[in-house]
């Protein structure tokens, strides 16, 4: 099929982009198009003026410091994906995007555009809910930070208003004493995942007392299990070395749906296994980083001795 008629409109700035979004009342961003354009040829969405981003070379950037990664609306996942101080600044976003489709459309399809594209089956909506960022939205009133625990509303829906145009996707730096981790079962790799879970698991203590780490912090959210990424506070079931008190949590908590591709129970049935593989790595990894701390902390600095293995 081919779309429907559309007023083509291409800014070369954000301000005309706003501009634009402002004069047509019904109208769509394109930035990589991986989700649209299939929307636009199946003719499920019909928008009349199509207000493309790909001239406003300022949206391509992703910038770390060490509060956390700005990804402007341009990157793209591979850009993301590849780029090591983000990796470093939040591990969770390189391990995601390795999930997202595949090489083609991840070096067409950008990150803000798929958080903004709002689908429940997707990585990105759930990794922005999980770790608490925000999106920047921007009209000709003015610029708002949305947070993600706001941002989501429905399947395919956000809560950016027709004017807005979603400019900047934040996410945090993973905290001190923390690991993360994605985990997806999908039919072939790059398809939908049937259930997906990342987690993030927060530790206390130095880990190398009699009585050693406890988890002061334990998350998880979930994709296409509802209408919305559903991020649970797993903290009081948490139990290192054994996961199912957390597992049984998350299988109580989540209300999914049957459809061609699997029953309710099974994703339900899913939700639980993902969510002991999830929580049991992340703990593995908050526990390595701890540790590494505290050897850090307690090894003589021999740099003098470390320049001869140059």
Known sequence: MKPA???????????EAVDALTEHADAKV????????PLLSMRLASPATLVDLNRIEE?????????????????????VQRDDAAASRQPLLRRALALVAHPTIRNRGT??????????????????????????ARS???????????????????ALRPDE???????????????????????????????????????QGDGLTAGGATVASARAAYFSIGDTPV????????????????????????????????SADYRRHLVGVLTRQALAA???????????????????????DAGDHG
């Open 231 to 262: 991020v649970l506070d797993l903290t009081d079931a948490a139990e290192p070395g054994d996961w199912t008190a957390a597992a049984e949590r998350a299988t109580a908590a989540v209300e999914p749906e049957s459809d061609i591709h699997a």
């Open 111 to 136: 990150t803000v555009g798929s958080i903004a594209h709002a689908d429940p089956a997707a990585e990105m909506p759930a990794v922005l809910a999980l770790l608490g960022g925000t999106v920047t």
């Open 59 to 79: 949206l391509a950037y992703v910038r770390t410091d060490h509060a956390g990664v700005r990804i402007g609306a341009l990157a793209r996942h591979a850009q």
């Open 165 to 203: 145009l979603a400019t900047e996707a934040w996410v945090p730096a993973l905290p001190s004493r923390s690991g993360v981790a994605i985990r997806e079962l999908s039919r072939r790799h790059g398809d939908y995942a049937l259930v997906g879970v990342a987690a993030m698991i927060t530790l």
């Open 140 to 158: 000709t009133g003015g610029e708002r930070d949305i947070a993600a625990a706001d941002f989501f509303v429905g399947p395919l829906e956000s």
């Open 30 to 37: 394109l930035a990589g198009g991986q989700s649209l354009i």
């Open 282 to 304: 992340a703990h593995d990894e908050a526990k390595l980083s701890g540790t590494h701390r505290l050897w850090a902390q307690h090894v003589p600095d021999n740099s003098e």
């Open 5 to 15: 008629p559309f007023e083509y409109v291409r800014p070369r700035t954000v301000q």
